[in-house]
């Protein structure tokens, strides 16, 4: 169960986060220490807080993957497995790979207590969001010792196939 | 020849959108419900519970099932006897799925210039229209807002005569234990057989529309989807990746005639998140 502020950001916006990093612009936010969320959630309606929220495929982010954790993030959440380079990554950065439920979207956004915009408006759902999150499920699929749960399950639960 | 007003289409197009990403159908809620039992593993089990759990709080706050509100596929069933009036078809159903997704708050998720700018359309225009002609003065009209994770896992293959049976099961689980957790599951599989590859792709989405689980009404095919689910289920994936017993809910064929030299195969998975709502006008 997470709790605290994780910054929301999927495809476009880590194309222009790493091309900040390797081009010398700047970042819109400190990546030192935080913790990225791999969605673009629903517009939300009137006095909602977010709409619906849940992760989307972590393997369109690996490329991107290994620059963010040089440069400071501690922990990404998405869902399904990563690149060995990513969890080469993980390990030499020391940072987790979490996974939350895929699809579960409406469920997860109860979990959102504030949303706010703080980077890339103009790319709409994958604007790079500033959550504050209590109570948030995800479980570790890949930690800083390189073990990968979607390897370890996947060997445990195959029969005949 | 009976008029139906392109106004009415705009308007069902629209409702139909909201109601497929709040209600999850009732033959898929029935099935994740039963998959939660007989689920082998715990971690697969408690992932079941919490999608279950999602169409509860969905439906209550009409907030969507999922966060990917989908590409807008629409199939249309036209009777040929029918006449729209008051606009183009076709328009006609684009401007319903601009409403519906404005009204239910739904994410924008098209993208134009997709190998350069890739920017998005803020309307999740274009659909993806699909229409038959058929005996008949009605319109039938079905949504199926389909998300990109499953979407993405999907694929076609042209087979040889000679891969045969086997080759068709093999390039499915090959699918399913390659995509892994990224697709949702436990899935539906489209299964497209026969004609050529746009034919058969189209199949194979078609297919996902069934009943779930309804067995095909060809024996032949029956005896295959069954043979299928239960190897796919024997790959060990389980829901979202997460190991277990249920990496797919159903499997669904459709078989044509095809090319002496064909055996074109055509893979679409849909994710746990089954979504579609239908309308006759």
Known sequence: MLSGVIYTARDAAHKRLVQALEGGGELPFDLGGQTIYYSGPTPARPG?????????????????????????????????????????????????????????????????????????????????????????????????????????????????? | MREIKAADITRTVANLFQEANFVLGRDVLTALKAAEKSEESPLGREALGQIIKNAGVALKAQLPLCQDCGSAVVFLEVGQDAHVTGGDLYEAVTRGVRQGYAQGYLRKSMVGRPFSARENTGDNTPPVIHADIVPGNHLKITVMPKGGG????????????????????????????????????????????????????????????????????????????????????????????????????AVHAEVRPTHIASLPVAVNLQCHSARHKEAVL
């Open chain 2, 150 to 249: 499953a979407e993405n896992m999907s694929r076609l293959a042209m087979l040889k005569p000679a891969d045969g049976r086997g080759g068709i099961i093999d390039l499915v689980l090959r699918t399913v234990a390659e995509a892994g957790g990224n697709p949702c599951p436990p899935l539906i599989i489209g299964l497209g057989v026969g004609a050529t590859s746009d034919q058969a792709m189209l199949l194979a989405k078609r297919a996902l529309l069934r009943q779930l689980g309804a067995p095909s009404t060809d024996a032949e095919v029956a005896e295959l989807e069954e043979e299928i689910l239960t190897r796919v289920n024997g790959l060990g994936v389980g829901p979202l990746g997460f190991g277990g017993s249920t990496t797919a809910l």
């Open chain 1, 48 to 161: 909602q807080v977010i709409g619906s929220a849940g992760p989307t495929t972590s393997a369109r982010m690996d490329v991107y993957t290994p620059p963010l954790l040089a440069a400071g993030v501690r922990a990404v959440i998405g869902k399904g497995g990563r690149s060995t380079a990513v969890k080469e990554a993980l390990q030499q950065y020391k940072a987790v790979y979490l996974a939350a439920v895929g699809g579960i979207g409406a469920l997860l956004a109860q979990c959102v207590k504030e949303a706010e915009v703080i980077a890339y408006p103009d790319l709409g759902a994958e604007a790079v969001r500033r959550l504050v999150v209590a109570d948030f499920p995800a479980i570790v699929a890949s930690d800083i010792y390189g073990e990968d749960l979607y390897v370890r399950v996947n060997a445990e639960y195959r029969r005949g196939g």
